[in-house]
């Protein structure tokens, strides 16, 4: 059917979602079904439209938008009387995007930032953004590993809400949960941020090791040692360590680096193959947030002095020039250490 098993008695919510790509969608199709109102903001006419009046979503060829989603281009039609705005734009958006709306959240909204990724410019991960941008709000982090396409299509999916705000946990998991949805609660909101981000340059560089047909065991080495290097950083940035072996860590990791449906991934395997970052973006045709993450991460391990030799290599890569081959044998030839 076209309803989610859910536990109990379930009062609908009212929902913003501010973006209209593949997983502002996806999780607008999923809330949708689940027995919420939804609403989505979308700055493009035409991805509109196609919500609208063709129920699609661009992004998703395989999904249906229900009938009961309604897309506009007006923040305050879409925030006006939602209980739960989820903001869910590319990261390099996630600033420019909420000065057009702050003055419209309201204190008793809860406040969700579905992006991953860093600003840019300053290094900042997204809860300092949302510090900077919206005082006294409740907010929350929603991560772990989820292709929106396989969301939008009811694939069974783990996910974590993170947050210092025991209430609006409690509000997600209720709008959340259902026989394919489980949601986990944290509260190291710094934690799932930096993993989030930070796994996007790992599978970028799994990606290319596919495009070199290096094999598994190289595979699962950058991906361990990736692991390794984005617990180091975070931990010394603030997040707790187990948070890098959890869900929105670990999970989001290998779901990145071991599917298709991935953009980081397929970006390093294109430039694996010899393509130039330009031809593997405009091949892509999305945002690939590992090459617009890598500079940050660099600077990031710099500044906190952490041997990142991983993200260097990327680095190295992507703007020295590096041949992705000789990348991954430097890995290799390291001088040894213990694990």
Known sequence: GDVY??????????????????????????????????????????????????????????????????????FKEVLEGAEIILHVTPSKFVRSTLKQYKDLVKKEQFFVMCSKGFEAETNLTLDDVIEEELSDIRYGILSGPSHAEEVSLDIPTALVIASKD??????????????????????????????????NIIAFCAGAAVGLELGDNTFAALLTRGLVEIARLGTTMGGEEKTFYGLTGLGDLIVTCGSEHSRNRRAGELIGKGYSI??????????????????????????????????????????????????????????LKEE
Do not use: H
């Not at 949601?183 to 930070?198: P, Q, T």
């Not at 045709?285 to 617009?292: K, L, N, P, V, Y």
């Not at 290599?313 to 390291?334: F, H, W």
């Open 5 to 74: 098993k859910r536990q109990g008695e379930y009062q609908m919510k009212k929902i913003a979602i501010i973006g209209s790509g593949s997983w502002g969608c996806a999780l607008g199709i999923y809330l949708a079904k689940n027995g919420n109102e939804v609403k989505i903001w979308s700055f493009n006419e035409e991805e509109k439209r196609m919500i609208n009046e063709e129920k699609k979503c661009v992004f998703l060829p395989k999904a249906v938008i229900p009938d009961n989603i309604i897309c506009s281009g007006d």
């Open 166 to 199: 025991e209430t609006l946990k409690e509000e997600i998991i209720d709008a959340f949960k259902s026989n394919t949805m489980r949601i986990y609660k944290s509260s190291d909101v710094k934690g799932a941020e930096l993993g989030a981000a930070l796994k």
């Open 278 to 335: 330009d031809d593997a973006k405009k091949q892509i045709g999305m945002t690939i947030e590992s090459i617009d993450n890598i500079d940050v991460a660099y600077s990031l391990s710099k500044k906190y002095n952490v041997e990142m030799p991983i993200v260097n290599a990327v680095y190295d890569v992507l703007y020295n020039g590096l041949d992705a081959r000789e990348a991954v044998n430097n890995l290799m030839t390291r001088e």
